[in-house]
């Protein structure tokens, strides 16, 4: 085993937990806070929650809400504008992966200035960023507990992933309750990701034992709990657990890095509008087809992991009946199957696997590709 | 579920990562460094490495290694001192339990002044402390990772436990090439240290899934490679394994704080000279007993853990087993079996279980017990 690290942030999780989110930016010194948010989160009533929880401490706060699905450098030029007009000095980010990346993101240029743009790639941020508390509501980015932000080069169409451990916010607040809010559709897109943060983590060639335990309760929850958490918007047992779930790929992927999935979904999430999760979902099984040659034993490890009685099996078997399993568990909850469904467009292949295969999360996967077998991926997910 | 926090340092892991200690305390801020230790670090040739590290980074350094087993409060008056006049920034704590729990109270003083006295307790601390960097050398303490320093009142004749999660260090390397140096006993008394973490948080009052996760695969490689450990100084996979091992269970107790078999050996360290890990392997079956009324699921789990069929039994017919399995292990490596054999007088059982009564760790046992309670397990364990 080579050397490796895990880093993580501070977490609080728990029903009730996002009403400590005043005191928790407190304790980091904080005293004139940005709160960036998205519409859906001060709809839902959230946003409101955060806002009465630092009047009591007595913290200033501005809020920004400009925020989109696979959020723009443009939004988080915006951002940076108010923080530093209204002279904040810490960060709460609340909502799913686009508001806690534009948050992050936003930490940035705070303290380093320049663009976005500049700190593509890994480690290329210089200075201290300010105190940062993240409260995720969506069960999905685990960007609350990641190194990473991912953030839209407009003018490029292309998603630049940013890496580096000074963007492990300071706290995580993971707080089920705050999942009760959400659409079915959202529930099953959002927790998709999370089972395909879980095996990309666990297959990914930087896994190491810390990561892997974490992968591997991570997949377990979702097998448990995805389906009566998109059946039930007030099930608190498969809220709870789905919460545990993001948290826990969350530190997974934060430290083993991604895969092939992630690296194609990052190409067409920079030219369509589409839900993240469900790019996920429908790329899932065809890279795991691609990938089981990589490492059958650990593919087999999955589907122990999702509850399928492998004895008797050889790994690649076992590692077959795991893809069968996400296939059909994207299936009962509704999630959709095909590239052609969400309306992307045949032409792309070739331009889009180029991209993709220059991802940042591409490095990680554990089978060797070049584009002219992502286009193959990518044709038979069409 | 209760509204549970977990908190962790960043964690390098893997053979060579001792050689990061001088990079690592320079990302922090460093520029002149307290390096604790204790004589057989030095005489095993790991305080070299460390001194070697800082000065090819241009760090400045003083070291302090008057320190002890069951470390005193006057070793960590002493040790300020040195970090003082010495005009110190930043704490190395290399080595056993013993040299880190010095460190970590060292680095109280140094910012918070007064006797480290003051800070027995939960979150006594007020001020941040300095930069800290922990590398431990046994595979048995975890409190590279923890939120806990024990130090020895010399008046008083009792350990006193302090907690704080700004007693978790900032960065814990943990290199397993470092255990290559421990002898057989040391190993078997350090990796039952381990075991007895594992379990204790994995049935603690205050265990949560994120601390579960930890305690289950620290118990399993206990199981797997403790024996191996004390049987070979040179097989690097059992080094490795029991290096993982103990930084989970270090994880695990950490969140979860302990229970009765903590409680009672820091009253027995309190007084006499005995490795903390023999006293805990002593008492660990004997309280598992216990408590096995308390969980009995929890105490099945374990037994799965450790590698037993638990297949068609009752969870108590399953806990039983792991108590077995626990007292089976501790003498296929040799560990001492009764208290009368490391010296202890039957006289002080009461005086004893009146200081295990009170202390922090008591708090989190899974059973209700009472000071006869404890008399009656001191009494099976002599």
Chains 1, 2 share one sequence.
Request: contains cysteine; glycine residues 8%; aromatic residues 4%.
């Amino acid at each position: 085993m080579n050397i490796h690290k895990f880093v993580m942030p501070e977490v609080i999780f728990g029903n009730g937990a996002i009403h400590q989110v005043g005191e928790s930016c407190l304790r980091l010194g904080a005293t004139n806070v940005l709160i960036v948010s998205d519409p859906g989160v001060i709809e839902a009533g959230w946003l409101d929650v955060v806002i009465k929880s630092c009047k009591q401490i007595g913290l200033k706060y501005t809020t920004f809400y400009d925020v989109t699905m696979n959020p723009k450098d443009s939004e988080v030029e915006k951002g940076c504008e108010v923080y530093i007009q209204n002279e904040c000095d810490s960060i709460i980010g609340i909502g799913g992966g686009s508001a806690i990346d534009v948050a992050k993101a936003i930490a940035i240029l705070a303290t380093n200035g320049g663009r976005i743009h500049d700190y593509e790639g890994i480690d290329k941020i210089k200075n201290p960023l300010p105190p940062q508390v993240m409260i995720p509501t969506t069960a999905g980015s685990g960007s609350e507990v990641s190194q990473f932000s991912v953030i839209l080069d407009t003018a490029g169409q292309k998603k630049m992933t940013i890496v580096s451990k000074s963007l492990v916010p300071d706290i995580a607040i993971v707080d089920p309750e705050t999942l009760s809010t959400k659409s079915a559709h959202l529930t099953a897109s959002t927790g998709l990701d999370v089972l395909t943060h879980g095996i990309e983590a666990y297959v990914s060639l930087a896994a190491t034992p810390l990561t892997d335990v974490q992968a591997k309760n991570a997949i377990s929850l979702v097998a448990q709990y995805l389906r009566p958490s998109v059946a039930s918007k007030i099930n608190k047992e498969a809220k709870t657990n789905m919460a545990m779930a993001s948290l826990q790929a969350g530190l997974a992927f934060s430290n083993a890095i991604l895969g092939a999935v992630h690296a194609m979904s990052h190409a067409i999430g920079g030219k369509y509008p589409i839900l993240h999760g469900d790019v996920n979902s429908i790329l899932l099984p065809h890279v795991m087809e691609y990938n089981l040659l990589a490492n059958p034993k650990k593919f087999a490890d999955i589907a122990l992991f999702l509850g399928i009685d492998i004895r008797g099996m050889s790994d690649m078997e076992a590692g077959k009946k795991a893809i069968e399993y996400v296939k059909n568990l994207t299936l009962d909850i509704g999630a959709p199957q095909r590239l052609s469904d969400i309306g992307l467009e045949k032409e792309e292949i070739r331009k889009m696997s180029l991209i993709a295969l220059h991802d940042a999360c591409m490095i990680t996967n554990p089978r060797d590709v070049t584009v002219e077998d992502i286009e193959e991926i990518f044709r038979k997910a069409w």
